[in-house]
């Protein structure tokens, strides 16, 4: 799946439950392990930070104890970035999992806000409005009761600003819930 | 939209679900867990099945999988209730006690045989688990072969067990696969709906040729026909058949049994 906020592509493959190599086997739940490969070059400590992330989010949501001593590996490629790329990405590895029918909590979104230098609030940033801003704060927020289950920010921002950042949001969130509704409606009416 | 979460159950039937969504069952007037029932006067109460796709959780049924919501009404059997599950498109198998499979024999060691079943753990199989079978007479299994089971043993805890006879001992259709034909792969829904009954593609396909088929619940099919062409054309419309509507499908079939 490639969902793509303006011109950010990202292409999402999942892979599993599938076998595992004995040193990384955990004993009662899932390994899952998040791969992210930049557009050019090789991956480095920013692609492995976000990878890290990235995985967080997704072991919040999936059952990994129903598939104990199992690997579920996904792997996104960056295909082309405009801005937002964290938030797209968490958008990817959500449609990941859902088309592949690995068990969920819940579903998940990515959302990015950038705050400019006069302090308004810019959702979905461009390249040019994150390099420019004071701060690019990603959220990623679930589908049950719009809690937050990651956040991280560029830059500084006061707590009052972040408060704001978070409720713009979870209302932002709405609108990706839909569009995963709509997609998923699509693909069970063909059937 | 973050207080509204509860959906009655019966409203979502055959409406795509997400996971996430939890699905309210009608309360029972008799549910009561302090009273003791004493006496033949005892009506039992229909137990809901919880199907795949679904999780009981405190309000209801939690969604895990998207897909279509499926109820079967209050009938007899185990699921006297009622059953809901979800109707979900996947190509990875997951191994599920009494599923009949077909399973690639990998390994021979001692007396028992692997199994690459396509799921997250090979399945192991016993030289005693096939009809007539016994310590002297030994079932000729090489490495390669295919072989048609059903999963005896089959959760998350334990390595999976396939045996090739049922309770009674006989086979019913179970054992090693013959040589030749052709074994691919495809997704599980479409495997779902070829099993059901009185499938309009398996009618088809026998108008146009003769064939032998054997349907693995893992997604795997096994097909042999007379000759290879017509073996590979099989294989070809099996494969389109999930993309294809019926009337793509019928017109594809017209014009091969006019060539």
């Given at each position: 799946s490639s969902p793509s906020p303006g011109d950010t592509s990202v292409l999402a493959?999942?892979?599993?439950?599938?076998?595992?190599?004995?040193?990384k086997e955990l004993p009662d739940r899932a390994a899952l392990e998040v791969l992210l490969r930049p557009k050019v070059g090789l991956p480095g400590v920013i692609e492995h930070s976000r990878e890290q992330l990235l995985r967080q989010t997704c072991e919040a949501v999936v059952l990994g104890t129903l598939h104990p001593r199992t690997a579920i590996t996904l792997v996104l490629q960056v295909l082309s970035d405009a801005g937002s790329l964290l938030a797209c990405c968490l958008n990817a590895a959500c449609m990941g999992l859902l088309d592949a029918g690995l068990p969920l909590s819940s579903l998940f979104?990515?959302?990015?806000?950038?705050?400019?230098?006069?302090?308004?609030?810019?959702?979905?940033?461009?390249?040019?409005?994150?390099?420019?801003?004071?701060?690019?704060?990603?959220?990623?927020i679930d589908s049950a009761e719009r809690k937050v289950l990651m956040a991280t920010t560029k830059g500084s921002c006061s707590v009052e600003e972040m408060q704001q950042c978070l409720a713009a949001a979870q209302r932002a969130a709405d609108t990706i819930?839909?569009?995963?509704?709509?997609?998923?409606?699509?693909?069970?009416s063909k059937s | 939209m973050a207080t509204g979460r509860g959906a009655a159950a019966e409203a979502c039937v055959g409406q795509v679900v997400l996971p996430g969504d939890v699905l309210l069952l009608?309360?029972?007037?008799?549910?009561?867990g302090e009273r003791l029932r004493l006496g033949?006067?005892?009506?039992?109460?229909?137990?809901?099945?919880?199907?795949?796709?679904?999780?009981?959780c405190v309000a209801g049924l939690l969604v895990t999988k998207c897909?279509?919501?499926?109820?079967?009404?209050?009938?007899?059997g185990a699921a006297a209730g009622g059953a809901y599950w979800v109707d979900s498109q996947q190509k990875r198998y997951v191994p599920v006690k009494g599923d009949h499979v077909i399973g690639i024999v990998t390994a021979k060691a001692g007396d028992l045989f692997k199994l690459d079943v396509g799921g997250s753990e090979q399945a192991s199989l016993s030289y005693l688990a096939f009809e007539g079978a016994t310590k002297r007479n030994r079932p000729n299994v090489q490495v390669g072969d295919l072989i048609y089971g059903q999963f005896l043993v089959a959760n998350k805890d334990m390595e999976p067990e396939m045996v090739c006879i049922d309770s009674s001992g006989r086979s019913s259709g179970m054992g090693i696969i013959g040589q030749d034909?052709?074994?691919?792969?495809?997704?599980?829904?479409?495997?779902?709906?070829?099993?059901?009954?009185k499938c309009e593609i398996i009618q088809e396909l026998s108008q146009l040729y003769p064939f032998e088929l054997v349907l693995g619940m893992n997604g795997r099919i096994w097909v042999k026909a007379k000759t290879v062409q017509q073996t590979l054309i099989i294989v070809n419309i099996l494969e389109a058949c999930e993309y294809m509507t019926a009337e793509q499908r019928k017109q594809a079939l017209a014009k091969l049994s006019g060539n």
């Open positions: 493959g999942l892979y599993g439950p599938a076998e595992v190599k004995g040193s979104c990515g959302v990015t806000c950038a705050l400019d230098p006069n302090g308004a609030i810019v959702l979905d940033p461009t390249t040019r409005q994150e390099q420019e801003a004071r701060a690019v704060l990603t959220f990623a819930f839909q569009f995963y509704r709509d997609s998923v409606r699509r693909r069970y | 009608p309360a029972h007037p008799d549910e009561d033949a006067g005892v009506a039992p109460r229909g137990r809901l099945l919880c199907g795949p796709g679904l999780r009981r897909g279509l919501l499926r109820h079967r009404p209050a009938g007899d034909g052709f074994l691919f792969k495809v997704s599980l829904g479409l495997i779902r709906k070829l099993l059901a009954p």
